[in-house]
């Protein structure tokens, strides 16, 4: 394992990736699926928090313009400025979700695609309970990570080194369920970003509802 200071911290990665990240990943299937999953359950003018928003594209950008109230939050703030820039219709934060206030149940939807990865695993416990408190009852919360039983490992992403965290698809499920979530659904699919080199990778989705 590589020593913390010998790695960047992820604003820097993603500040240097920028709209390189959402050509890479934006065509993903899956995700689409999601988040036609998702738009079928909101009802009109439903307020959306996009964690780790990115550039604003695909997630922020096809909620608000099915016309939603969409909030994304991201670390970086070229992407945040991005994102702005692309999505007029959204409302866009440069902030750390682990420091953002999150109301109680004072959102219909949250959408949380691969962005707890660099979290470690008890910041992702903590982080998702939040996320559901913020849920009004019945609300719905859409999660996708890459399923493997790692924490603090060393990895090599877009050619930038990085320290993720994750959970097994079981692991992941129990602890949705544990946070007060009931999961929906899950859809466990392979995909190659679109850069040079890339491999497939694991991605799995959980649909979830916070319980009543």
């Known amino acids: 394992m590589t020593d913390d200071l010998q790695l960047p911290p992820p604003i820097t990665v993603f500040d240097e990736l920028g709209a390189e990240y959402e050509r890479a990943f934006a065509g993903d299937p899956a995700r689409r699926r999601s988040l036609e999953w998702l738009l079928g359950r909101l009802a009109p003018g439903s307020r959306v928090l996009d964690v780790g928003s990115g550039t604003g594209r695909p997630t922020a950008e096809t909620l608000a313009d099915a016309g939603h109230r969409v909030l994304g939050v991201d670390v970086s ?9 692309q999505v007029p219709a959204a409302s866009f934060r440069c902030a750390d979700i682990r420091d953002e206030p999150l109301e109680e149940a004072s959102l219909d939807a949250v959408c949380a695609y691969f962005s707890l990865l660099q979290l470690d695993r008890r910041e992702q416990t ?7 408190r913020a849920l009004v009852p019945g609300g719905h919360l859409a999660l996708a990570t890459v399923p493997l039983d790692i924490e603090n490992v060393d990895a090599l992403f877009m050619g930038h080194r990085v320290r993720v965290s994750s959970f097994t698809a079981p692991d992941l499920t129990a602890l949705a369920e544990e946070s007060g979530l009931e999961v929906l659904e899950r859809e466990e699919s392979e995909f190659t970003p679109a850069y040079p080199d890339a491999t497939p990778e694991s991605h799995l989705f959980l649909h979830c509802r916070r319980r009543a």
Request: glycine share 6%.
């Open 126 to 132: 903590e982080t998702l309970g939040r996320l559901t």
């Open 77 to 85: 703030p070229v992407m945040t400025e991005l994102a702005a820039r």
